[in-house]
T-cell receptor
Framework: DVKVTQSSRYLVKRTGEKVFLECVQDMDHENMFWYRQDPGLGLRLIYFSYDVKMKEKGDIPEGYSVSREKKERFSLILESASTNQTSMYLC??????????????FGPGTRLTVT | DAKTTQPNSMESNEEEPVHLPCNHSTISGTDYIHWYRQLPSQGPEYVIHGLTSNVNNRMASLAIAEDRKSSTLILHRATLRDAAVYYCILRGNEKLTFGTGTRLTIIP
């Protein structure tokens, strides 16, 4: 079974702190994604990466950065956490390939609260 | 990105079929129709996808209108474990753009 794991299920941080969210996948997938999920807004793509050291902005990249030093690991960084970044963060991975075929596999999510 | 429209919520009785509709009138010729679902306290999971023809897998069936402007996800015999939010997504590249989906409630 494909497994996508995230470093924490719940995280509480203070405003202004630097926050690292880690995601690891064990299926040698090329693509990795970070989303945030908020009530009434659904899932929104923050950043994605299609290869080591490669990244592309998603729909809401402001206030976030990412790092992909190894194929299996994709980190989301909040340089200076703010209360409006309180959210559920979901990581996903997929095979790179033809446009339609490959589903994304999601991790369980990290619920981040910034106080 | 082309937009999808789904009802906010639906209810169905256990062990009966469920038809979840999705409208996507601005779909382009190369967009695939994907369905994901999200069970409580979990990340989304893939259900099914298709382009033009109807599709079946072990989880569900996908019926696609001839003009491709709408589709229907069919759960043949709903169980309590099918209670989830179901997302209909048009996919033209590596990204998935999620809407707010349909919250399906199963009545025992």
């Amino acid at each position: 079974d494909v497994k996508v794991t995230q470093s924490s299920r719940y995280l509480v941080k203070r405003t202004g702190e630097k926050v690292f969210l880690e995601c690891v996948q064990d299926m040698d997938h090329e693509n990795m994604f970070w989303y945030r999920q908020d009530p009434g807004l659904g899932l929104r793509l923050i950043y994605f990466s299609y290869d080591v050291k490669m990244k592309e902005k998603g729909d809401i990249p402001e206030g976030y950065s990412v790092s992909r030093e190894k194929k299996e690991r994709f980190s989301l960084i909040l340089e200076s956490a703010s209360t409006n970044q309180t959210s559920m963060y979901l990581c996903a991975s997929s095979i790179m390939g033809s446009l339609h075929s490959y589903e994304q596999y999601f991790g369980p999510g990290t619920r981040l609260t910034v106080t | 990105d082309a937009k999808t429209t789904q009802p906010n919520s639906m209810e169905s009785n256990e062990e009966e079929p469920v038809h979840l509709p999705c409208n996507h009138s601005t779909i382009s010729g190369t967009d695939y129709i994907h369905w994901y679902r999200q069970l409580p306290s979990q990340g989304p999971e893939y259900v099914i996808h298709g382009l033009t023809s109807n599709v079946n897998n072990r989880m569900a069936s996908l019926a696609i209108a001839e003009d491709r402007k709408s589709s229907t996800l069919i759960l043949h015999r709903a169980t309590l474990r099918d209670a989830a939010v179901y997302y209909c997504i048009l996919r033209g590249n590596e990204k998935l753009t999620f809407g707010t989906g349909t919250r399906l409630t199963i009545i025992p």
